[in-house]
């Protein structure tokens, strides 16, 4: 049997990572065996809902490159099935409608919060004989009141449920709209889920789930429930401890690639390898390698991680996500992509997340009208005019503006000058960038071009003429 996984968010909110991470599990695995993976928007929460979410589902998988296999499925369009699988149920002894009120139920809760004990409910209305027309109603699944309820979980074993802590559950609400456990069974059936891979929070779902498959005579999936992620702190992962949406980290400049990597390994390992390529990823994924202990999510890794591959990843891929934090920042780039890609390729080493990639490149693209203060009083004074005049001069007269022109250039002033490169490298970074800190003033000097620093040449040395 070909091997078909889901991913099945709830578009009340962001497209948090731990739901991401889910869903590269899910994707993995369905690559790994050939199989497919398929997409279901599970809407039915009618308050929660939000198209806004739906965009952001799309936006979040799109980014980080999870594609699926057949057209993604709404809930909300699958009501009439779940109407006719509750009725099923009913007619076949297995379901009830419940005509207890929320006000009552509530009423019951805190009954039973009071004496400190768990409230199930009762079954008030499990033996009722006859059926009230025009009261609104709840279906209540018909929980068997001994027995247990048997799983084998592909990552934990054989799990027990007592059928005892199970009560007869709500499958379809007075608003006619199914229960997150009802309809998921239904449409896994109907979508033909073979493996369901999904947090561990999920395992109290389980038994629930398997008693609709068995009272539907539905086949079940195998469940594979991993375990959570953890914040440094160990406690749950939550906002405190960072970013938590998966579109937050795009908009802080980090790489898909980069959170492929980082959240498949909250959880997953092959030996000590830390890096993997996405053809690796499918290649190399398996259960067996899942872990059952919970996960720290590592900041300080995620932006290593970052790091590595920004200065690994080819420059088309930088440029691609880079240009909307320019774009954001106000900086024009102008149409000269080939210096756009030289200018990302030389400050690959010197940013972490590309977010940093503006201001650490505005000199190239803007006037420099300014200097750093402590910088100016350094490097901008009567002691570096002639410095900076004799390279005016020398540039003026270099036809070649290439890297091994500018060297020999610059091997011959230090001659002249008898000064070591220091003490002629920095005046002239602080005259075309503004500030002491730049990638190799050649690759500078380089894309700037010889008419742009030429005239920053000549603006440096009017200003220290003026406050000579």
Request: proline content about 4%; hydrophobic content about 35%.
């Amino acid at each position: 049997m070909s091997v078909i996984t889901r991913f099945a968010p709830s578009p009340t909110g962001s497209l948090h990572i731990g739901g991401v991470r889910t869903a590269i599990f899910n994707w993995l695995y369905a690559r790994h065996n050939k199989g497919k993976f398929l997409l279901r928007i599970e809407d039915t929460d009618k308050e929660r809902s939000t198209e806004q979410s739906v965009s952001e589902i799309f936006d979040g998988l799109g980014w980080i490159g999870l594609d699926f296999d057949e057209e993604p499925i709404k809930q909300s369009s699958n009501l009439q099935n779940y109407k006719k699988l509750s009725d099923k149920l009913i007619e076949d002894g297995n379901a009830y409608r419940c005509y207890c009120t929320p006000q009552q139920i509530e009423e019951r809760r805190k009954e039973h919060r009071e004496k400190n004990i768990t409230y199930r409910y009762e079954g008030t209305c499990r033996n009722l004989d006859r059926i009230t027309k025009d009261k609104p109603y709840a279906v209540r699944l018909k929980t068997p009141e001994t027995g247990i309820v048997e799983t084998n979980d592909k990552l934990r074993g054989v799990i027990n449920y007592d059928l005892k802590e199970i009560d007869d559950f709500v499958i379809i609400k007075r608003d006619g709209f199914p229960t997150y456990n009802f309809a998921a069974v239904i449409d896994d059936s109907s979508m033909g889920i073979t493996d369901i891979i999904r947090g561990d929070d999920h395992l109290s779902n389980t038994p629930k789930q398997v008693l609709i498959y068995n009272f539907l005579k539905f086949d079940k999936p195998n469940f594979a429930h991993v375990s959570m992620i953890l914040g440094q702190d160990k406690s749950k992962l939550s906002k405190r401890h960072g970013a938590v949406s998966i579109l937050s980290y795009r908009d802080k400049g980090y790489l898909p690639e980069t959170m492929l990597n980082f959240l498949v390994r909250l959880g997953w390992s092959y030996g000590d390898q830390e890096i993997f390529s996405r053809e690796e990823l499918i290649d190399l994924f398996n259960l067996q390698s899942l872990g059952k202990t919970p996960a720290v999510f590592n900041q300080e890794k995620l932006l290593w991680l970052n790091t590595h591959y920004i200065k690994n990843s080819p420059i088309e891929n930088i440029s691609k996500h880079a240009i909307p934090f320019f774009k954001k920042s106000g900086i024009d780039i102008g149409n000269d992509t080939d210096k756009f890609r030289n200018v990302l390729n030389i400050l690959k080493e010197r940013v972490q997340t590309l977010d940093e990639y503006p201001e650490k490149s505005t000199y190239f693209f803007h006037e420099v009208n300014e200097y750093e203060e402590k910088a100016e009083k350094k490097f901008l004074n009567e002691q570096t005019l002639p410095i900076l005049e004799k390279i005016k001069i020398e540039l003026l007269n270099l036809e070649n503006f290439g890297s091994e022109s500018l060297h020999t250039t610059f091997e011959n002033i230090m001659s002249e000058l008898d000064l070591k490169f220091g003490k002629i490298a920095q005046p002239l970074r602080v005259s075309l960038t503004g500030g002491t800190v730049s990638p190799g003033i050649f690759d500078v000097v380089e894309l700037l071009g010889k008419e742009t620093t030429i005239t920053r040449l000549e603006n440096a040395i009017n200003h220290i003429k003026k406050n000579i």
